[in-house]
Structures are given as structure tokens and as C-alpha cells.
């Protein structure tokens, strides 16, 4: 009979099992590692810097090796953020811990991964959310200077968007918005209204004044940071009357005293287009001109601190300063000159229906038309079926809409197709293989 085989298990030895566990505790541990989050203010704008400490399964540290691959990533839900490293990825050799920083400068969650060999460090992708810095006044949107030609109890509304430096929309808490107007001429305080209702992205700033005159207004933040300044005039019944009826008639005369060189009684003679001083003798046949200028976007007046006292200035070095107890009508006067040549009084719907009116007419004239064309392609010869079919189009029909139907398909365009049409076309139009 043939011997047994036998096998015989042997156990390792002492030194060889301690060897085996060494090997083993010495590999890099993502669950021993771990990133400690320096203290930062939270918000955008500051450096945010962390520590990423390596550590092996034995919890020793971990010494990387130039065989080792570490990777950062840093990104909003818009972009991604570039990051520092401390050392430089390619000095990474032979050190245990490396310090990362980066500059958020979008308001939101950042997600935050740093992986070694694949491997999230503390298993897991950080998570940090950073809040908008502090109020920019030159950010903020609606912030501009302007001026407010209004009268006695009338509501006037400034919208604003807060926003900080790096452009994120602010909240801000109604009570810490101020609003100041005072009196031109004599710096007090003058008796309004004013409402504020701050939303999560805008701010809303009801305001009306109870006395007529000119004004200069401030809109603060916490007292102290100044948003906005604007200028008012504000007209009592019967002069919003007669600068509506100056409006509507397209100019405007009133009587005014030169002040230099020589101190003497002139007219103040305002138009869409144009303004002009001259005096006036023998009963208006003979008139001297003293000033003139166009209304143009450079063209100002001013009101200056001294009651009736204004100045026209052309924008080109040429000024005139006269006095005159209608100033601010000659000022509301202009303003909304200004504002019918600019357009600004008209909404953007009303220019926009304007604007498809006048193109309408110029296309078709009164002439009726299909409000679309159908045109068949096929998808195997794009081109030349699309040739093929608005090649007998005349000028009407390239200006309607296109209905697309594909051969040997049952899809109905309601926009889609057309789309795809398109996108395919300009695809062949521009490939290298088109030869075009």
C-alpha cells in the first residue's frame, strides 16, 4: 500500500507575525486621518486655511512618499476654487501634514474634497457654508445719484439690491436703514414719510415729503454708511400743474435777474431741445442773447445753496447764473425735458410693443399673413433637403415661423424640432468635412 500523504500546517513564528502587522499598520488610514478647520469669521472675503494630518492604521503618523497622490478640490454650486498648498504638491515628499487656503468669494456652500489615493481623508467631503461680507455702498444696485422731481404728498419709491464687494446680495434689517432729507438752503430736517421694507434681495424705501421746495436726500446704513444720495424738488399743487402744462406744450418762458457781469432782467426760454437767456426791450422787438445751449446729457442746472439762485452750465466750459423766484420749476421743467428726450418716462413694454408696431409695418405693411411655414427635411441629407425646400422662399416667408418636420418621423414642432433643425445645420455648416 502507498504511503499517506500528509500535510503539515505551520504556524509563523513570533518575529515574522510582528513583521506582518507592522507592514499592514503602516499604510495610510483615511479613517485616521483627519482635517482640522482653522477659526475664520465665516463670511466671504477672508482666507479660509485648514490642516490635513495623515496618519497610518497603526495611528501613527503618515509620511507621504513620492508614489502618493494627494488631491484638493474646492467648489461652489457656481465654479470651482482654486487652493494653496503648503508644501507645494510636488515638495509633498517626506512630510506628514500639509496646510490648504483658499478666498471664497461667492456667498454659499462650498464642498470641500481631499482625497489621498483615491481615498476621502476622514472618509467623508467637508462641507462649509460662508456668508456675505460687509455692506459696499459702490456695489450696491440702485445706488446712484439722482434727482426726484416730485410734489406735496406724493409717494416716491427707491428700489435697492444691498450687495458686498465681491457682488452677493445682502439682507438687511429694516431698522438699520435711515433715511435723512433736508432743506437745501438751510441744512434742517424737513417733515416726510418714509416706509422700508427690506426683502431676502431688495430693499424698498417708501418716501413723501409735506412741503414744497428743493431738498438733498441720504439713505444710511447703520447710521453711519452712506448708500445713496438724492436731490428733490418737490412742487405744490399749482406749480406741478404748470410744468405738467410746460411739458405738454414743449416750452417754457420765465422771467429771471442776471447776475453777472452786470446785474439785469432776462428770460429764461426752455424747449425739448434747447435753452436760452436773453433780455428783452421795446415792448420784446429787440432782443439781446446772452447765453444759449442744447439739452444734452452734459447740460445741467443747478440750484444752488442761496434761495432762487441757479446756474445753467453747457457741459463745455460756458455757464450762466441767474436769479429768479421760479427755480424750481425751470429746474422740474427741465429735468422732465430731459427725461421725455431720453425716453426714460416711457416703460420698457411700452417701447418694446412700440419698437414691434413700427417693425411690423415695415415688413408687412397692412398685408395679411400665416403666422408659419412648414418646410420637410431629411435628417440623412440635411443641406440639401434644406436647399431644397426654401429655395423658391421669397422675403415674407424667411420672416415667418418655422414649423419643422423630419421625413419618416411623426414628431410635432412645437419648438423642438425647429431647435434641433438648427443646432444640426449650423453642426454641418461649420464641420471640417462639410468643405464650407
Not at 431698522?175 to 414719510?193: A, D, G, H, W, Y
Not at 418737490?234 to 442776471?258: F, G, K, P, W
Request: proline share 4%.
Amino acid at each position: 500500500m502507498g504511503a499517506k500523504s500528509s500535510s503539515v500546517r505551520r504556524n509563523p513564528s513570533p518575529r515574522s507575525r510582528v513583521n506582518s502587522i507592522d507592514d499592514d499598520g503602516s499604510k495610510f488610514s483615511k479613517e485616521m486621518s483627519f482635517v482640522y478647520w482653522r477659526p475664520d469669521n465665516g463670511h466671504v472675503g477672508s482666507t479660509a486655511v485648514f490642516e490635513v494630518n495623515l496618519f497610518c492604521k497603526n495611528k501613527e503618523p503618515y509620511t507621504m512618499t513620492p508614489m502618493d497622490m494627494f488631491r484638493c478640490e474646492v467648489a461652489s454650486a457656481q465654479t470651482s476654487i482654486p487652493v494653496v498648498t503648503e508644501p507645494r504638491r510636488e515638495n509633498m515628499a517626506g512630510c506628514k501634514k500639509t496646510t490648504v487656503s483658499f478666498n471664497p468669494t461667492v456667498a454659499g456652500e462650498y464642498c470641500i474634497t481631499v482625497a489621498m489615493n483615491g481615498h476621502n481623508v476622514g472618509g467623508e467631503v467637508y462641507r462649509r457654508i460662508y456668508k456675505p461680507g460687509p455692506l459696499d455702498p459702490l456695489k450696491t444696485i440702485g445706488g446712484q445719484n439722482e434727482i426726484f422731481i416730485t410734489k406735496v404728498d406724493e409717494c416716491q419709491t427707491i428700489m435697492m439690491i444691498p450687495r458686498d464687494r465681491f457682488g452677493n446680495v445682502i439682507q438687511l434689517i429694516n431698522n438699520s436703514i435711515t433715511v435723512e432729507i433736508k432743506r437745501k438752503t438751510s441744512k434742517e430736517m424737513c417733515i416726510f414719510e418714509s416706509n422700508i421694507n427690506s426683502n431676502f434681495d431688495s430693499c424698498e424705501i417708501c418716501w413723501k415729503l409735506h412741503e414744497g421746495g428743493h431738498f438733498s436726500g441720504s439713505i444710511l446704513y447703520n447710521s453711519s454708511v452712506l448708500l445713496k444720495q438724492f436731490e428733490v424738488i418737490c412742487l405744490n399743487d399749482h406749480a406741478a400743474i404748470e410744468v405738467d402744462r410746460n411739458v405738454c406744450s414743449m416750452t417754457a418762458s420765465y422771467s429771471a435777474q442776471l447776475l453777472s457781469p452786470k446785474s439785469k432782467t432776462v428770460i429764461i426760454t426752455l424747449t425739448p431741445r434747447q435753452i436760452r437767456v436773453f433780455e428783452s426791450r421795446f415792448f420784446h422787438a429787440i432782443r439781446t442773447q446772452f447765453f444759449t445751449c442744447r439739452v444734452s446729457p452734459r447740460t445741467m442746472i443747478i440750484l444752488h445753496h442761496e434761495p432762487n439762485v441757479l446756474s445753467i452750465d453747457d457741459g463745455g466750459g460756458m455757464s450762466v447764473t441767474v436769479s429768479s423766484e421760479y427755480r424750481e420749476r425751470i429746474a422740474a421743467t427741465y429735468h422732465r425735458f430731459r427725461q421725455s428726450n431720453s425716453g426714460s418716462s416711457i416703460s420698457f413694454t411700452e417701447r418694446q410693443n412700440h419698437f414691434n408696431e413700427h417693425l411690423k409695418q415695415h415688413h408687412f405693411g397692412d398685408k395679411e399673413r400665416d403666422s408659419f411655414t412648414r418646410i420637410f427635411v431629411s435628417r440623412q441629407e440635411l443641406l440639401q433637403s434644406a436647399i431644397e425646400a426654401t429655395k423658391s422662399f421669397k422675403k415674407d416667408d424667411w420672416l415667418k415661423l418655422f414649423v419643422v418636420q423630419f421625413s419618416a418621423e411623426q414628431g410635432l414642432d412645437a419648438g423642438g424640432l425647429s431647435r434641433e433643425f438648427f443646432e444640426l445645420l449650423t453642426e454641418h455648416c461649420f464641420s471640417s468635412q462639410s468643405g464650407m
